[in-house]
């Protein structure tokens, strides 16, 4: 009995002791759970997501910023999609653009809504960030307007918006139908550059964010919004209802900036960063530290770790991308050249693919493969293929008849004549485009950093955003260094795999 007893004991002993690394594991899993905060390509998201992204760090998670996503649709549709947990988004946003497809937005709480999409959102952070018009208040002053019924009685007047609010249904065309505005001299660009384009008299109304420092420092006028078109745009936090289950004290932590930044604030932290050049990361840990208690490295990197580090992400980009469009291209250019009415079909398709806009290919790939390097690399493998394709057709279709012919006197097979006569005769031919397909791969890997890839175009579309010239020459000298060194690079190569009595030779008919 004492020994079933004893046995009993140590059966319990051995129980605890096994369950408490069990329960101390479920206490610190969360500590090692990856959690990505996303951002829209411009500074306040840019700000409010480090802000979150060093709340989830306080919480004892990974964390780590998606920067600078693009548009609405994409961050969106990067969370849909898992690729990010969370990101700062705002209420009209939601309602008007986001969900204006769904027949109950405007009848049932938003919180319900998202809950069908497998979201969360926080309550606001605590300032409404709405869309406006701004004029110049020395225009408006002339023109005797303030309020956006006015623009009614001056037709004439130039227009520049943001190319998002351009199209969105809560931007310019509900606006213009809502207001009935006259205008016709409307053009869309990069809402950064509005403000510097409205400075040099270009422009007479753009649109605001009504937390831009912009305003003030260009003295700009807010135009009334006398029929009340623009809905509140509260700043939230949406993020993804399994984050409740894999990281808790994570949404804890991010919850915790619920009506903690009012508008004077975030005007304040934009102003920081616009105007006096700040890192975002160093603005938000001053706020978490002075008004969340929390504390924050600001991170930051030198110069020279950030070109090596954009210098690796691009070349990875630009090597991939070619090395897999060259393994492709030069075979499909063999089989356009023998077979006719196949090789059609491949160079139309291939440059179909060609016309396609960069920055759209890009996005094509976001639903199939989510945001970063992958859907990068893909979009630029689609886009080197016809130069390569092109080249091989062209370098094996251009041979001279009696060569082909001395090949086939001579009794080699097909495949021996490829390789011993023809695939060199259409060497510099075939070099020449991948050279072609090299050059254009570096410069439209630039536009990668618009949805996460990184890469030479991540100083340039900060440099944009902040009006940095610096920033801007930062990607661009490099990028047209790197593309100028392929151009050389592929010479050399030239050189070497060219058949000595065709060097400075041309062949002709």
């Known amino acids: 009995m ?17 369950a408490t690394p069990a329960v101390v594991s479920a206490a610190d899993s969360e500590a090692y759970v990856e959690v990505a905060i996303g951002s829209k390509a411009f500074t306040e998201s840019v700000i409010l997501a480090e802000i979150l992204t060093g709340l989830a760090s306080s919480a004892g998670a990974h ?6 996503l693009g548009g609405t649709r994409i961050v969106w549709r990067a969370l849909l999609d898992g690729q990010v947990d969370a990101y700062p988004e705002y209420t009209g946003t939601l309602f008007r653009e986001i969900l204006a497809g769904d027949d109950r937005a405007g009848q049932t709480p938003l919180g319900e809504i998202l809950a069908s999409y497998g979201l969360r959102v926080s309550a606001p952070l605590g300032f409404n960030n709405s869309y406006a018009l701004g004029v110049r208040r020395t225009r408006a002053a002339e023109l005797d307007i303030e309020r956006i019924s006015d623009l009614q009685a001056h037709p004439a007047l130039a227009f520049g918006f943001g190319n998002e609010f351009l199209d969105r249904g809560d931007g310019w065309p509900g606006l213009r139908d809502h207001y009935g505005l006259p205008q016709n001299n409307v053009r869309g660009l990069d809402h950064d550059l509005a ?17 831009d420092a912009e305003i003030a420092y260009y003295d700009l006028l807010a135009l009334d919004d006398d029929q009340a078109f623009f809905p509140n745009y509260d700043a939230v936090i949406v993020y993804r209802a399994d984050l409740e289950t894999r990281a808790p004290r994570v949404v804890a932590a991010l919850r915790r900036l619920e009506g903690r930044i009012d508008a004077p604030t975030m005007i304040g932290m934009n102003a920081r960063v616009k105007l006096d050049q700040a890192r975002e990361s160093a603005v938000a840990a001053d706020f978490l530290s ?29 090597g991939m991308s070619l090395s897999a469009a060259i393994l492709l291209a030069i075979p499909l250019g063999i089989v356009a050249a023998r077979r006719p009415r196949t090789g ?8 179909i693919l060609q016309t396609i806009p960069s920055l759209a290919l890009f996005v094509f790939m976001i639903p199939l493969l989510g945001i970063g390097g992958p859907p990068a690399v893909v979009a630029l493998f689609l886009y080197s293929l016809l130069p390569i394709v092109q080249n091989t057709y062209a370098g094996l279709h251009d041979i001279p008849g009696p060569i082909r012919e001395s090949a086939i006197a001579l009794g080699l097979p097909a495949a021996a004549r490829l390789r011993i006569v023809e695939l060199p005769m259409a060497t510099r031919s075939i070099l020449a485009g991948i050279k072609t397909a090299a050059v254009i791969n570096v410069g439209t890997a630039t536009l990668a950093a618009l949805i996460g890839a990184g890469g030479y175009g991540q100083p340039i579309l900060t440099g944009i955003r902040l009006d940095n010239v610096s920033l801007i020459l930062q990607g661009a000298v490099p990028a047209a260094t790197l ?5 050389g690079g592929f010479g ?5 795999l060219l058949p000595r009595p065709l060097h ?6």
């Open 2 to 18: 004492a020994l079933r007893h004893m046995a009993a004991r140590c059966a319990f002993a051995a129980l605890c002791v096994s």
């Open 63 to 68: 964390a780590r910023h998606q920067r600078q």
């Open 195 to 211: 403000y510097r384009a409205i400075e040099a008299g270009t422009l007479d109304v753009i649109d605001l964010y009504t937390t």
């Open 290 to 318: 002075s008004s969340m208690d929390t504390e924050m490295a600001a991170t930051g990197e030198s110069a020279w770790r950030q070109f090596w580090r954009h210098t690796l992400e691009h070349l990875i980009l630009v």
């Open 344 to 351: 059609r079909a491949i160079l139309g398709v291939t440059g």
């Open 483 to 487: 593309a100028l060194l392929v151009q």
């Open 492 to 496: 050399l190569i030239e050189r070497r």
């Open 504 to 509: 400075g030779a041309g062949l002709t008919r």
